[in-house]
């Protein structure tokens, strides 16, 4: 009898598993911080506000600027922080402003994390420190 309930969850198991393995909601500490953290903040950060632009948190991102917010949540099409990493990489506007494109794979993620609605925790979660911000350590 044991053996028989193993047998069906292995079953269940298998036939469950592509439906709730298709899209998991994505997770932004996880797959879209390191991506703002590595491409984006070391020219959106406090001392850096190019385009008006503060990517440092959520809080600092809708923060108002003459070009209007950079996320409407669930309208990625609609959404400057996406739209700008699709643009051809001559427009101006194409980000990031210097070295390669990002991945594919990484723009459909923040495509997807704004059409789940652009939940970006407060806090140390969602706090994305420039790497190459001058340290007082001298590191
Ligand atoms: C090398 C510096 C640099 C990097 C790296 C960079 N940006 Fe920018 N960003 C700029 C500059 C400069 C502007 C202003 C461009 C303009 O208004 O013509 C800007 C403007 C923007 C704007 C506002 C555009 C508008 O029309 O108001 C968004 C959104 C943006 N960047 C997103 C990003 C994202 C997302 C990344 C990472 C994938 C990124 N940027 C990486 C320099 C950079």
Same mark, same amino acid.
């Given at each position: 009898?044991? +053996?028989?309930?193993?047998?069906?969850?292995?079953?269940?198991?298998?036939?469950?598993?592509?439906?709730?393995?298709? #899209?998991?909601?994505?997770?932004?500490?996880? =797959?879209?911080?390191?991506?703002?953290?590595? +491409?984006?903040?070391?020219? !959106? !950060?406090?001392?850096?506000?190019?385009?008006?632009?503060?990517? =440092?948190?959520? #809080?600092?991102?809708? +923060?108002?600027?003459?070009?209007?917010?950079?996320?409407?949540?669930?309208?990625?099409?609609?959404?400057?922080?996406?739209?700008?990493?699709?643009?051809?990489?001559? #427009?101006?506007?194409?980000?990031?402003?210097?070295? !390669?494109?990002?991945?594919k794979s990484e723009m459909e993620?923040? +495509?997807?994390?704004?059409?789940?609605?652009?939940?970006?925790?407060?806090?140390?979660?969602?706090?994305?420190m420039p790497r190459k911000m001058?340290?007082?350590?001298?590191?």
């Open positions: 009898m044991k +053996r028989f309930f193993c047998l069906t969850g292995l079953v269940m198991g298998v036939l469950i598993q592509p439906i709730s393995a298709a #899209e998991p909601p994505v997770d932004f500490v996880n =797959q879209i911080k390191p991506i703002l953290a590595d +491409r984006c903040v070391e020219c !959106h !950060h406090s001392e850096s506000l190019f385009g008006e632009l503060n990517l =440092q948190s959520r #809080e600092l991102m809708m +923060r108002k600027r003459k070009g209007g917010p950079v996320i409407m949540p669930k309208e990625p099409e609609k959404s400057l922080l996406y739209i700008v990493l699709t643009l051809p990489p001559k #427009e101006p506007k194409a980000m990031p402003a210097t070295g !390669h494109r990002i991945a993620l923040i +495509r997807r994390w704004i059409a789940e609605g652009a939940t970006w925790p407060d806090g140390k979660d969602g706090a994305i001058p340290s007082k350590k001298g590191v």
